[in-house]
């Protein structure tokens, strides 16, 4: 996850550490590494880089809207790559009783930035071109009763847990290549991490109503993550962070009069958008994004058992300091 200093150490996004590590290296290069190694622990912490890898961490779990890259403007930019494949299922537990939504998701994310040289405005015999790659891959179940609160709408109050695992790695280049190696590696770049990850959510949506021979189905969701080491590297990485979102989509589907071995295809597009909470939005550089989709979709059950849609789709994102796209095929069982 994601500050204007000399040195640019990447949590997985763009935060950079303050002068005061370059400071302490450049004053007195014969201290002890055990201290300077303690300096960029102390500037990691006050960077919250916890916090930017349990924002990153939850990028893995998105549900709404399109996974897809996206580039993240900053000094360096940040490419991004999410991809996810969210699962759901509506459980009829009898008449007596609400429906049950049921859903599991599994997730990818990666960040790779360039750094020209982390050490920028040293000595030369500092420098360090360092190209970090961070990825995040996780696991999660949710559930939670769906509940008819009259005109087709309906509320999910959800419970979610999960689990997540970090790994990154950095390639240093130049004459400051094993200093950098023997200072950051472990702390900032070139560990590996597990988290367990627990919290809520709360699902409001509409079965969908006609707009004319257009049907209309808007979502509304809020989740809240608490994101918690279980095997850490360094105690850098040994904090615990809560992360928030809101997500929103109104997808528009109709007929197109096509039809591909006797099934008819649908024309589908949507609009959406992700909001993040304040001190993640700080972290990742970015406040949220907008999504606009479009896609053809056609029923697919002779297929393979249990599959009842496929779609062939594709995005654009854009907000300000974020821009993206995506294009695939998805299913729907």
């Given at each position: 996850?994601?500050?204007?200093?000399?040195?640019?150490?990447?949590?997985?996004?763009?935060?950079?550490?303050?002068?005061?590590?370059?400071?302490?290296?450049?004053?007195?290069?014969?201290?002890?590494?055990?201290?300077?190694?303690?300096?960029?622990?102390?500037?990691?912490?006050?960077?919250?880089?916890?916090?930017?890898?349990?924002?990153?961490?939850?990028?893995?779990?998105?549900?709404?809207?399109?996974?897809?890259r996206f580039r993240i403007d900053g000094t360096?930019?940040?490419?991004?790559?999410?991809?996810?494949l969210p699962l759901q299922r509506e459980l009829?537990?009898?008449?007596?009783?609400?429906?049950?939504?049921?859903?599991?998701?599994?997730?990818?994310?990666?960040?790779?930035?360039?750094?020209?040289?982390?050490?920028?405005?040293?000595?030369?015999?500092?420098?360090?071109?360092?190209?970090?790659?961070?990825?995040?891959?996780?696991?999660?179940?949710?559930?939670?009763?769906?509940?008819?609160?009259?005109?087709?709408?309906?509320?999910?109050?959800?419970?979610?847990?999960?689990?997540?695992?970090?790994?990154?790695?950095?390639?240093?280049?130049?004459?400051?290549?094993?200093?950098?190696?023997?200072?950051?590696?472990?702390?900032?770049?070139?560990?590996?991490?597990?988290?367990?990850?627990?919290?809520?959510?709360?699902l409001l949506r509409n079965e969908g109503w006609?707009?004319?021979?257009?049907?209309?189905?808007?979502?509304?969701?809020?989740?809240?993550?608490?994101?918690?080491?279980?095997?850490?590297?360094?105690?850098?990485?040994?904090?615990?962070?809560?992360?928030?979102?809101?997500?929103?989509?109104?997808?528009?589907?109709?007929?197109?009069?096509?039809?591909?071995?006797?099934?008819?295809?649908?024309?589908?597009?949507?609009?959406?958008?992700?909001?993040?909470?304040?001190?993640?939005?700080?972290?990742?550089?970015?406040?949220?994004?907008?999504?606009?989709?479009?896609?053809?979709?056609?029923?697919?059950?002779?297929?393979?058992?249990?599959?009842?849609?496929?779609?062939?789709?594709?995005?654009?994102?854009?907000?300000?300091?974020?821009?993206?796209?995506?294009?695939?095929?998805?299913?729907?069982?």
């Open positions: 996850a994601p500050s204007d200093a000399r040195y640019h150490a990447p949590p997985p996004m763009h935060p950079a550490l303050p002068t005061s590590v370059l400071v302490l290296a450049a004053a007195a290069p014969c201290q002890l590494l055990d201290d300077l190694r303690d300096a960029v622990r102390e500037a990691a912490r006050s960077t919250r880089f916890a916090l930017s890898t349990a924002t990153f961490v939850g990028l893995t779990e998105e549900s709404l809207l399109s996974g897809g360096p930019s940040s490419d991004l790559s999410v991809l996810t009829d537990l009898g008449e007596r009783l609400p429906h049950l939504l049921v859903e599991g998701t599994l997730g990818y994310a990666s960040s790779r930035q360039d750094f020209a040289n982390i050490w920028d405005g040293l000595s030369p015999a500092f420098a360090t071109r360092m190209v970090a790659r961070f990825e995040a891959l996780g696991g999660f179940v949710g559930a939670g009763p769906l509940l008819p609160i009259g005109d087709g709408w309906q509320v999910a109050v959800l419970g979610v847990g999960g689990v997540a695992y970090v790994d990154t790695n950095a390639r240093y280049e130049g004459p400051g290549a094993a200093f950098s190696a023997a200072v950051l590696d472990g702390i900032a770049v070139n560990w590996d991490a597990t988290y367990a990850i627990y919290g809520g959510g709360l006609r707009w004319g021979s257009t049907a209309v189905t808007p979502q509304l969701r809020y989740d809240l993550r608490r994101v918690d080491p279980i095997r850490v590297d360094d105690v850098v990485q040994d904090e615990a962070n809560t992360v928030q979102w809101l997500a929103a989509q109104v997808g528009f589907e109709g007929s197109t009069g096509w039809s591909i071995s006797g099934r008819e295809v649908q024309w589908t597009s949507s609009l959406g958008g992700k909001v993040f909470d304040h001190a993640a939005a700080q972290v990742l550089g970015v406040g949220g994004y907008g999504e606009v989709g479009a896609g053809l979709r056609w029923r697919a059950e002779q297929m393979l058992p249990g599959l009842s849609h496929v779609e062939l789709r594709g995005a654009l994102f854009y907000g300000d300091g974020i821009q993206g796209w995506t294009l695939g095929l998805s299913v729907s069982f």
